[in-house]
């Protein structure tokens, strides 16, 4: 299929944008390079374009046939979103909106959207399952919740079928670590731990000791970045036939803080400093995903479910590029 691969150049875009090439799809990236890297797009075929710009969606949808649109590009910074709303719903919503009118005005109906575990807010119930409320806690998850029921909307006027793809925590670096993970500025929590490890920074603060869970860290669900791209090209095979889908994307094991920093220490053979902080707004203690769904209606199955494996890409992936892509 001819996909056309919104925020391909970011870190969950750029490695399915080359899953889509290796399974034989024909992926045309489409970004602003405002966070991504052109250098992660490798040889895939590029446009540099703000999804803002209608006329330049219309004419790239028009030109190479797209088929089926992947959308990634969005801001994902959680306590960003809470002090800058309106820049979260003007790029996560208005340019979402934009980008299904152009795709409306074309005649391209089939989109896979990078969703995310922030649309339950802090949910009653653990393990997560995709029925329960929707109660997002800050203006990241309600952008990507809008979304979402827009997309619901438009498949019940039968306009559009659509993926929502709820993520857990992603990371690893895909394709046996050489896709990697370069955010500006970093605040996900085991690149972080890496450069603590390379010693790229002074420590590594846990944000909370004092959660319900064993050893008083925060717990979370953290997807390896190959598994999670495989998910979507599940979904994108059965966006002909179906008109909605929604899925978690998780492992269903959470690990903790604490765990994920002695992981690093093994598999870096790195000491460095560790310190303990306050809470930070907004974490829930526990989140991990039923992912039965996506299991038994796609056929999902993970290979790197082990945290250790991971880690190991993640460490593979920052070792080799330590200054990131250099872009
Ligand atoms: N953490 C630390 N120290 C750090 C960074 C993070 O202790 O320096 C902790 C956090 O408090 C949290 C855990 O590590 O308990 C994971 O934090 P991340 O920021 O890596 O990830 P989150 O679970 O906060 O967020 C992820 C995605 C978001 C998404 C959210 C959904 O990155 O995009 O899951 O719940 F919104």
Redesign the pocket.
């Known amino acids: 299929m001819k996909v056309l691969v919104a925020g391909g150049a970011g870190y969950i875009g750029s490695n399915m944008t080359f899953m889509l090439a290796q399974n034989g799809h024909e992926p045309v990236v489409y970004d602003n390079l405002s966070k991504g890297h052109r250098a992660a797009v490798k040889d895939a075929r590029f446009v540099l374009g703000d999804l803002n710009d209608r006329h330049l969606l219309v004419k790239t949808l028009q030109e190479h046939d797209i088929e089926a649109v992947m959308h990634f590009a969005a801001f ?1 910074e ?1 306590g960003e979103s809470v002090s800058e709303p309106m820049r979260y719903y003007q790029n996560n919503f208005c340019n979402t909106h934009n980008l299904l009118s152009a795709m409306e005005d074309v005649g391209v109906d089939k989109f896979v959207f990078s969703s ?3 649309v ?1 807010g802090m949910p009653d119930t653990i393990p997560i399952t995709e029925e329960i409320l929707k109660q997002p806690i800050n203006p ?2 309600e952008s990507k919740w809008a979304v979402e029921r827009l997309c619901c909307f438009l498949s019940e006027a039968d306009k559009l079928n659509y993926a929502a793809l709820r ?4 990371c690893g670096a895909g394709q046996n670590g050489t896709i990697g993970e370069d955010h500006s500025p970093e ?4 690149p ?1 731990i890496i450069q603590a490890a390379m010693g790229k920074r002074e420590d ?5 000791t004092d959660y319900p869970t064993d050893d008083g ?2 717990i ?1 669900d953290y997807i390896h970045i190959d598994d999670l791209c495989k998910a979507h090209l599940l979904a994108l095979d059965k966006l002909g036939s179906e008109k909605q889908q929604v899925y978690n994307l998780g492992n269903g094991t959470g690990y903790s ?1 604490r765990q ?1 920093i002695d992981t690093v220490k093994k598999v870096s053979g790195k000491d460095f400093k560790v310190t303990e902080t306050d ?2 707004a907004g ?2 203690p526990v ?1 991990t995903a039923d992912a039965a769904k996506a299991r038994t209606q796609l056929g999902w199955q993970t290979d790197y479910p082990e945290l250790e494996k991971i880690v190991e890409s993640a460490w593979k992936w920052h070792s080799e590029n330590p200054n990131g892509y250099d872009d």
Do not use: Q
């Open positions: 994902i959680v995310t575990a922030a339950y990241y998850g993520y857990f925590n992603a605040s996900h929590l085991i972080l590594i603060k846990i944000f909370g860290t925060c979370r803080v994920v809470r930070r974490d829930p989140l």
